[in-house]
């Protein structure tokens, strides 16, 4: 006959023997040290204050010593490494209790850590930082009313945009007068491209500081007039052209252009004054290339010439060649031996 298996003692051993190593587990503390843990202001701020890290939004902290039970440290320790964890704590000034009034504050990193959610639901304690507290400032910021101007990607105003409406209410430095008070909208390029269709909506904004950027609570929309093309048909005349011979070739072919007057003949591109100017100052205003494979044929053969338009004003739109290349014919003509200058590298 089988013996009873008595399931209930089972399960008392079973449970006793996990809570003993859960209890082991937690009674073995570790620590481990986490180098630059980020405070930054916290966006939700009474936007009538401006609060500071030394006229930044943001502070590293050297290194937080943490301690705990040795599961959470571990797992601490996997977050940073995968990634998945980051020690980023965000001040309120309205958390703490004497950081409302402006002024320059103290802040204690050390019991400021101590509350911060981050560190309570890990069950962990923050033994050390360094430093040890960080200074803070607050000052008050008084509501006004600001002129908008419209600037483009490089601070340059955009006279012809119309802003709708022309002011808005922002919080500023209290001895703002004058000319200070003016908030900026910066359209990108594609969004000027599509103010000229129809109007965008941007958020105005201001600089407290070199890194402090203030955005306005409300949008306006701006409306660009239509472009005018500031290319338009220009004529050149006296092109040279370069022939661009491969180095395999030289030396034993000379380039015969049998159409050398109908190439350099006047043409039209579409340019800025500027970006023609910059093509005419070029040595040379087109490039024939002849290719390795080109000897093999013997007769007359044609090729496109390649405008060599000036790169800059190139990337900036302000030059187009030709809508078709002139076709330069030539005649590849074997040099006798000896006739040719020398060869690349010899």
């Known amino acids: 006959m089988a013996k009873n298996i008595k399931y209930g003692k089972v399960t008392i051993v079973v449970l006793i023997t996990v809570l003993i190593w859960v209890w082991a587990d937690l009674a073995q503390d570790d620590t481990f040290t986490v180098p630059n843990v980020t405070i930054s202001v916290a966006k939700s701020t009474d936007p009538g204050l401006w609060v500071s890290f030394d006229e930044e939004s943001s502070v590293s902290i050297e290194n937080v010593v943490l301690k705990g039970p040795a599961s959470k440290i571990a797992d601490v320790e996997r977050g940073l490494r995968s990634g998945s964890l980051s ?83 922002m919080f500023v430095l209290e001895d703002w007068e004058g000319e200070n008070l003016i908030a900026d909208v910066r359209p990108t390029l594609t969004e000027i491209a599509q103010a000229r269709t129809q109007p965008i909506k941007k958020t105005p904004q201001i600089q407290l500081a070199p890194r402090q950027i203030r955005k306005a609570l409300s949008t306006v929309r701006i409306k660009m007039p239509p472009e005018e093309n500031p290319r338009s048909e220009r004529t050149i005349t006296g092109a040279n052209l370069m022939v661009a011979l491969s180095v395999n070739l030289q030396g034993k072919y000379r380039v015969e252009v049998t159409n050398h007057p109908e190439v350099v003949r006047p043409f039209t591109i579409r340019a800025t004054p500027e970006a023609e100017q910059a093509y005419e100052r070029q040595p040379f205003q087109m490039t024939l290339y002849i290719l390795d494979g080109d000897e093999k044929d013997e007769g007359e053969q044609k090729k496109p010439v390649i405008y060599n338009l000036p790169e800059e004003f190139v990337r900036n739109d302000q030059i187009m060649p030709p809508t078709l290349p002139v076709q330069a014919k030539f005649k590849l003509i074997l040099l006798p031996p000896g006739e040719g200058p020398p060869a690349a590298g010899s």
């Open 87 to 169: 020690f980023v704590f965000f001040l309120d000034p309205a958390q703490e209790e004497t950081m409302t009034a402006p002024g320059r504050h103290s802040l204690d990193v050390q019991s400021f850590l101590r509350k911060s959610a981050l560190i309570k639901e890990r069950a962990l304690t923050v033994e050390s930082s360094s430093p040890k507290s960080i200074p803070v400032n607050v000052v008050k910021l008084e509501k006004k009313w600001l002129k908008v101007r419209c600037v483009d990607e490089n601070g340059i105003t955009i006279k012809n945009a119309t802003i709708d409406p022309p002011r808005v209410e």
